[in-house]
C-alpha cells in the first residue's frame, strides 16, 4: 500500500518562504491526482492544491501567485513551493493522493483524495 510522508514544515515570520515535500511510497506514478490540504485550528481541512498525472492544477484562491505545486515522478516526490508566506497559512500541512483504479480494461480516477500522509506543522508569525 502507498504511504505518504511529508517533510519540510516548520516555522518561518510572515513574508518568509518554505518548501514542503512529500516522499510517496513505491510509485509517485500510481496515482491520478496528488494534492495538499491544510488544517488550521478550529477550521476544516481545505484543498490547498492538487496536481493530475496530465499536470493540470489547481489553487485556493488564498494562495493563488504565492505557492507552488510541483511533482517530481523520478524522485517520487510532490513538492509545494510557499512564498510570501502569512499568518492565516499556518496550519498543518496534509500530503493527500488518488491511486489509478483499474476495472474491467479501463483506469478510472476516483473523485476523492483516499490517502494521505500524516501532516507537517506550518507556523507563520508576524
Known amino acids: 500500500q502507498a504511504q505518504l510522508a511529508e517533510s519540510g514544515g516548520g516555522s518561518v515570520q510572515a513574508g518568509g518562504s518554505l518548501k514542503l515535500t512529500c516522499t510517496v511510497f513505491?510509485?509517485?506514478?500510481?496515482?491520478?491526482?496528488m494534492g495538499w490540504y491544510r488544517q488550521a485550528p478550529g477550521k476544516e481541512r481545505e484543498l490547498v492544491s492538487s496536481?493530475?498525472?496530465?499536470?493540470?492544477?489547481t489553487y485556493a484562491e488564498s494562495v493563488k501567485g504565492r505557492f507552488t505545486i510541483s511533482q517530481d515522478n523520478v524522485k517520487n516526490t510532490l513538492s509545494l513551493q510557499m512564498t510570501n508566506l502569512k499568518t492565516d497559512d499556518t496550519a498543518v500541512y496534509y500530503c493527500?493522493?488518488?491511486?489509478?483504479?483499474?476495472?474491467?480494461?479501463?483506469?478510472?480516477?476516483?473523485?476523492?483524495?483516499?490517502?494521505w500522509g500524516q501532516g507537517t506543522q506550518v507556523t507563520v508569525s508576524e
Open positions: 513505491p510509485y509517485i506514478v500510481d496515482h491520478c491526482a
Open positions: 496536481i493530475s498525472s496530465g499536470g493540470s492544477t
Open positions: 493527500a493522493a488518488k491511486r489509478w483504479r483499474f476495472n474491467s480494461g479501463t483506469y478510472s480516477c476516483p473523485t476523492e483524495f483516499g490517502r
